[in-house]
């Protein structure tokens, strides 16, 4: 179980939120918060929809209203989709490179072009001194 699965009826899902059942049947109608339905067409609530309900609470009594409410949830759901396909694409990455040993490297060389050296092998550094010395106008 994890704080998707759909477990709380709606009575429940009040009660953890601190809010009239019938607040939730609105919520749910608006777009704020979708339960997820039974055969039967009962809402039933995650740990996560009513973590957003309680959130709901919290932005309504700092004044904004239902519609800049669902948009905040909307654009925080969407960061919590683009996190999830960050760690996905991050984890792609690692196993190409895994998969895939012996590729090549690039670097900068001394004159600043883009030298390819084998992985795991690192660019020599140049140990040399250069003195600026400014130009002198006449």
Request: no cysteine; aromatic share 4%.
């Amino acid at each position: 179980m994890d704080e998707n699965s759909p477990i709380f009826a709606i009575a429940v899902a009040a009660e953890l939120a601190g809010m009239h059942p019938q607040t939730l049947r609105q919520y749910d109608r608006l777009g704020l918060v979708s339960p997820t339905r039974t055969a039967g067409q009962s809402r039933r609530y995650s740990m996560r929809d009513v973590v957003q309900l309680r959130e709901i609470a919290r932005l309504s009594a700092e004044g904004l209203n239902l519609e800049g409410i669902r948009r905040i949830l909307e654009l925080e759901n969407e960061v919590v989709a683009l996190r999830a396909r960050v760690r996905e694409l991050e984890t792609a990455l690692a196993d190409e490179l895994l998969a895939r040993p012996g590729r090549r490297v690039f670097a900068a060389g001394v004159e600043g072009e883009v030298v390819s050296i084998k992985a795991g092998t690192r660019a020599q550094k140049a140990n040399q001194l250069v003195v600026w010395r400014p130009l002198r106008r006449g």
